[in-house]
Every structure is written in C-alpha cells, then in structure tokens.
C-alpha cells in the first residue's frame, strides 16, 4: 500500500516531465509545458465548442440585457473586497479607500450590488488580483501554464488565483463554501465571463495564424499592460 | 584658394541646411505622426463604411483599401518584422513566397478586424517619441452613440517613402508582435523551415 503511494506521485512527476519539451521556440517563449498546454487548450476549446458556449448563448437569449447586467454589477461588487486587499497590498491606499466606498456604495445603495451606482457617482472600478500584487513585489511570472477550463495563466497567476479565494465574500460564508452554491456561484461567473469575452473569441478566430501561440500572446501582454510595465513602450522591439 | 574656401563654405552651409530640413526636431516629427495617423487611419476606416453603406461595390472597395493600406502601413517592414530571426539565413525564394502569402494574409486580417470600426471615428489624444524617427501615437476610435471607445496606439516609423505604421495595439495588444510569436513558433516547431509558415497561412486563408 505504501508503495501505491509513492508510486502515484512518481507517474505524476514522470507525466510533467513528459509533458516538458526542450525545443528552443518553446523555452525562449517560457513554455516548458507546451506539449501539456496545447492539450488542455485543444481540450478547452473542444469544451467550449460542446458546453460552455452554447450555455453562455443560451443564457444571452434566455435572460434580458438589464437583467444580465445587474448580474455581472453583483458579480463585480462581490469581487470588490478582493480587489480592495490587493491594492492594499500593492501600496495603492487611494484606490483601495475608491474600492471600498464602491463596496459600500453598491452593496447598500445598489441593492447588494445590482446597481453600479458608484460608477454614476464617479468612483471608478478599479480591477487588480494576486497575481499582480506578486507582480509589483517584484515576483516573475513563471512559466506559462493553460489550465483546465479556466484558460491562459502562469506559475504566478495561477498560484494569486488561489490566494484570492480567501478574502471572496463566498469564501467567508460557510453555508456557501462547503455547499452545492458555490458551483451555481462559479456557474454563473463562468457563463458572464464567457459572454465577456466572446467578442475577444471572435477576433482570435478569425486573425489567429496558430491560436494557441496567439492567445498565449494576448495573456502576456494583457497581464504587462496590467502591471503598467508596458505603458512607457520602453520594451518595444525593434523593427530592423 | 578662396574659390575653393567659398565652395567649401557654401556646401558646409548647405550640408547644415539639409541636416536642419532633413532632421526635423522630434517635437515636429510627432506632431506629423500624429497627423499622419488621423489622416490615413480615418481614411481607411471611411472607406469600409462606405462599402458598408452601399456606396461601394466590393471590388471597389478592396482595390481602395489596398491602396489605403500601403499608403497607411509597412508591410514589407512588418513581413520582415515577423519573421524575426528566421529571416537571416533563409532561402530567398521561400522568403519571396512568404512575403506575398503574408500580405495577402495580413492585409485580409486588416479589413476584417478594421470593418469592426467602421462608421466610428479616430481622434488622435497624443504622441510618444520613442527615438528618432520611431513614434508612438495614441488614439481613441469613438463609437456612434452605442458603441464603447476604443483606444487605439499606433507605433509609427519613417521610411524612405514617409511615415508608416508598423504595428498597431488594440486594448493591449500589438498586433505584428503577436503575428511574429505565431510565426515564429510555426517555423521553429518545423526546425527553421519558412515554407511550414507559409503553408500554415494559406490554410488560413481558406
């Protein structure tokens, strides 16, 4: 029995290393794991094709637009206290006094949510994650990794995106947490986000040469832009 | 001997004078991107709405746009761009044959994702000077009534025939450096074989 145990995380660690390749392309891109990654993207696609869009659409269709936007406010606002620690945490005390009286504001006045009345009111969303605090402390992203489902991530993002979980009002609620509404919690998120990002779908399918290497781009440079180290156009390369 | 001084003078003075004409301060070369950029950008997109509004037939329009997109982008700079280290060594009729796949490509990638702007309006809100000669200009593509603006930064070089743009970034993005990711992994996974690059873009363009 012993031996089972130990013989799992051998085939595990055997698995990953398998899934490793050396070729230079993919090294210099820092994705050891592409042979691993472009199965999980070939299978996330294919779960996209078969579930996850037709679900998103079906919704689209089913709900009407006012009623889906409350939807995503709530989502948001639920994400606020997330985003209102990672500021913190990033030193960004005036954004996170914005975040929080956006919080506030919507949670009260905006019928838990709903309503983005702090946005009528001029206090802009601010949209940050754990990921990015490592990032401004200084932390590299790691490897580049494409997870089950959830799509583009990296070492480092992937490891926020753990973290962020805690400080999530879903996370402080035992009776969400440890029950079956969590998954209609991360349902209904997964459809939203989806619907948010058909558009971005759209136009990797028609421009896309290899969409796997596109969308690995299109994450990179988004998470750059995010952390403002590509807002100067120092790292340009050059044209010659 | 002072002929010669005279000569010498005068061309010492016209040396300086076309270095003074020929070099424009950076100040002024900015602001000749950017006008550049409102100039033809706008054209551009005016030509889709116009097929968009009927005006145009689609022959038209392509010939138009084509046209449009020379004047307004480097794509020989661009093809050689996204080859990246690839280029150097290369054989010279597979980079011929790339070159014209990847214009056409790159040029039908153009229409598409610009037909999405069409009927909205590009407004020019400032300029980066990266070193001489080498510009970016940021823009806001400004929807008619329903649609979100858009802010759009064009990385802008001269040439030997002007300013051109040589990539573009939409929300993040640029758009000739994720092509050369595309590109080059494509070439890379095919041990340096151009031709597999080639390939993979006409099967995209099917």
């Known amino acids: 029995m012993r031996q089972l145990r130990l013989a799992g995380p051998a085939v595990l660690a055997g698995l990953a290393l398998a899934a490793c390749t050396t070729r230079p392309e993919s090294l210099q891109a820092n994705d050891p794991f592409e042979p691993l990654n472009r199965a999980v993207f070939s299978f996330n696609a294919a779960a996209d094709d078969a579930v996850i869009a037709p679900v998103a659409y079906a919704y689209r269709d089913a709900v009407p637009s006012p009623a889906r936007k409350g939807v995503r406010n709530a989502l948001r606002n639920l994400n606020e206290p997330v985003v209102f620690a990672n500021l913190l945490l990033q030193g960004r005390p005036g954004d996170a006094f914005a975040t929080a009286s956006r919080f506030g504001l919507n949670t009260i006045v905006g019928v838990g949510g709903l309503f983005d009345v702090a946005s009528e009111a001029n206090i802009a969303r601010r949209d940050t994650d754990f990921g990015l605090t490592l990032g401004h402390w200084g932390v590299e992203s790691g490897p580049y990794m494409v997870l089950p489902f959830l799509g583009p991530s990296s070492v480092r993002d992937t490891f926020g995106r753990f973290v962020d979980r805690y400080p999530h009002p879903t996370y402080w609620v035992e009776d969400v947490r440890e029950t079956e509404a969590i998954w209609v919690y991360r349902s209904i998120f997964a459809i939203d986000v989806r619907l948010q990002l058909d558009e971005t779908f759209q136009s990797l399918e028609r421009s896309a040469i290899d969409p796997y290497v596109q969308l690995r781009s299109v994450y990179r440079q988004n998470r750059a832009n995010a952390l403002e180290t590509a807002q100067d156009f120092d790292d340009l390369p050059d044209f010659d | ?206």
């Open chain 2, 1 to 206: 001997m002072l002929q010669l001084f005279r000569l010498s003078a005068t061309g010492l003075v016209a040396a300086f004078a076309l270095l003074a004409f020929a070099q424009p301060s950076p100040a002024q070369s900015a602001s000749e991107a950017e006008g550049f950029v409102q100039r033809e950008a706008q054209e551009v997109i005016n030509a889709l709405q116009a097929y968009n509004e009927g005006e145009l037939d689609e022959e038209t329009l392509k010939r138009n746009f084509r046209e449009r997109v020379d004047l307004l982008a480097d794509v020989p700079r661009i093809t050689n761009f996204v080859l990246g280290r690839y280029r150097r060594g290369a054989d010279e009729a597979e980079l011929e044959e790339f070159r014209t796949v990847f214009r056409e490509f790159a040029i039908n990638v153009y229409e598409r994702e610009l037909g999405n702007y069409a009927g909205q309006t590009l407004e020019v809100t400032g300029s980066v000077t990266r070193s001489p000669g080498d510009f970016i200009v940021r823009s806001t593509v400004r929807g008619n009534g329903n649609g979100e603006n858009v802010p759009v930064n064009w990385r802008v070089m001269s040439s030997d025939d002007g300013m051109k743009v040589v990539d573009a970034e939409v929300m993040g993005v640029w758009l000739a450096q994720t092509q050369r990711e595309e590109i080059t992994s494509i070439i890379g996974n095919a041990r340096g074989d151009v031709s597999a690059a080639t390939r993979a873009l006409r099967q995209r363009m099917q």
